[in-house]
């Protein structure tokens, strides 16, 4: 089966949260398995930069598209990684930035992306069974293919995933007809318009023959009025076609036992003494001095999804019991500077690294005995599957995906739990709930039951990649 995966970031290339994570191992467990996959991605300048791979970028063909009076050319290059065709497409003025969005022009510049990929399928004789396009980018994709009426494409079905509700793809009207050549009546019908403008993602829904979301509680969650962002009232008319599909994560890049970027390997029988020297490195190279304490740390992006308004409190109560805290992420300015503060009044047990780094993170879930992940809405999130596979036991809100992929202990559920939970967005609940984590730690024995739980766990992309495969197939 041929497979277009079409998104506006995919690893090893570039990445700035999980999608670029699950578009890529999602795409080799389909090579895996033998089928015909290739990545459709924006050439960015970033990818450029970062070198890597990019020598090996062979140009292999070219398409013009006109978006109204502006005439554009993409040249594509191709890359082979994994099994996986990459296909990059390539144009000055639309992605010789740095920055993937966050730009006045974001709509017109993934309008050209999506109009661009939609003939390279022709120009690159790459017809696809299936299109699976994620989140609002590449959303319009569906869209235009079928309006337009290619007969090339008249066998491809589409899917759409979505991994953040969160982002629309928010335009004004007048962007159908200047962008999309499409005609004003798809508007004013209703089809593509949501909340008084035109929505990328909303078109996506309409036109997708299957839609998915990255876990099956944010399918449910996506079904409300409180979760979903206002897409539930599209959503729920295609009820039957949609489903949520748990993300794995790539067992061989996070894998304890062999990974090289950790000082101590370990694995569930090993893990009691080898975790705690990798902790102990850890601690003294961060300038954290209690080692008896617990260490709990967060990756993440410092944003309001990710709970950054409730957080002070907790951090506040675990600091001032002498526990160690260490924060790797970026973001907001404001909840860097809460962070920063808090480092002044705590130097020996707080440390962060304002940024972005691998190697590092690596380490941190290594050493780490518990993870923080109060999001706000998560619709899968992988920090608390790559903790678990570490050992770290995720403290999470118990929303969208966490839900799915964290147990968490209530007194009585030593022989299964793999962390600890609480439901609220409220502040409060999570600082209370440091009690019973806390109460927990000090039990080693038990602590140390819920790791093996963890190190247990198998959330490898295998089985969620049989699911995508299952879904292609009801539908080609
Ligand atoms: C988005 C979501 C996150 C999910 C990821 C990959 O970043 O916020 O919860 O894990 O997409 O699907």
């Not at 006109?66 to 639309?94: C, M, P």
């Not at 299957?210 to 539930?232: A, D, Q």
């Not at 080898?274 to 740390?297: E, M, P, R, Y």
């Not at 404001?334 to 130097?347: A, C, G, I, S």
């Amino acid at each position: 089966m041929k497979i277009a995966m079409v998104a506006s970031e995919a690893n090893p290339l570039i990445k700035t949260g999980g999608l670029g994570d699950v578009v890529y191992s999602l795409s080799k467990e389909l090579a895996k398995l033998g089928e015909d996959v290739a990545i459709f991605l924006p050439f960015y300048e970033s990818i450029k930069r970062k070198g890597t791979f990019i020598n090996e970028a062979r140009y292999v063909g070219e398409v013009s598209v006109n978006l109204s009076w502006r005439n554009e050319v993409a040249s594509i290059y191709r890359l082979d990684i994994d099994g996986i065709k990459y296909f990059l497409f390539d144009n000055q003025r639309y992605f010789g930035r740095d920055r993937l969005y966050g730009d006045f022009d974001d709509g017109e510049r993934f309008a050209f992306f999506t109009i661009a990929v939609i003939f390279a399928f022709n120009a690159l004789n790459f017809i696809p069974n299936v299109v699976h396009i994620h989140d609002w980018q590449p959303g319009m994709l569906p869209c235009v293919a079928r309006e337009w009426n290619l007969d090339y494409l008249r066998n491809t079905k589409y899917i759409l995933t979505i991994h953040n509700p969160a982002f629309q793809g928010m335009m004004p009207r007048s962007c159908l007809g200047d962008f999309y050549s499409l005609p004003d009546y798809l508007y004013d019908d209703g089809v593509v318009r949501f909340k008084d403008q035109l929505s990328t993602l909303k078109s996506a829904i309409v036109y997708s023959d299957k839609i998915t979301t990255v876990s099956p509680n944010h399918r449910r969650e996506l079904l409300t009025p409180e979760g979903s962002m206002g897409l539930n009232t599209i959503l729920s008319l295609r009820e039957f076609d949609f489903m949520g599909i748990l993300n794995g994560i790539d067992v061989d890049e996070f894998n304890p036992e062999t990974d090289k970027r950790i000082p101590k390997n370990f694995s569930k029988d090993s893990f009691i003494e080898q975790k705690k020297i990798n902790k102990d490195k850890f601690l003294t190279n961060h300038g954290l001095v209690d080692h008896d304490k617990a260490l709990f740390s967060m990756v993440s992006r410092l944003t309001w999804q990710k709970g950054m308004d409730i957080i002070y409190p907790t951090l506040v109560k675990i600091l001032s019991l002498g526990h160690n805290v260490f924060i790797l992420g970026s973001g907001e300015y404001h909840y860097e500077q809460m962070l920063e503060d808090l480092r002044r009044r705590f130097p020996n047990n707080m440390a962060i690294f304002i940024g972005y780094n691998d190697d590092l993170a690596h380490e941190v879930y290594a050493a780490s005995d518990l993870f923080l992940m109060p999001s706000l809405f998560e619709p899968c999130g992988i920090g608390q599957m790559i903790a678990q596979r570490y050992g770290t036991l995720p403290v999470v809100r118990l929303t969208g995906g966490l839900y799915d992929t964290v147990i968490p202990y209530d007194g009585s559920n030593d022989s299964y739990a793999n962390g600890f939970g609480f439901y609220n967005n409220d502040a409060n609940d999570f600082a209370n709930l440091m009690d019973h984590v806390l109460g927990v730690y000090y039990n080693k024995d038990l602590f140390n039951h819920l790791v093996k739980n963890a190190l247990s766990l198998d959330n490898s992309w295998e089985k969620s990649a049989r699911e995508y495969l299952d879904l292609y197939r009801s539908i080609i």
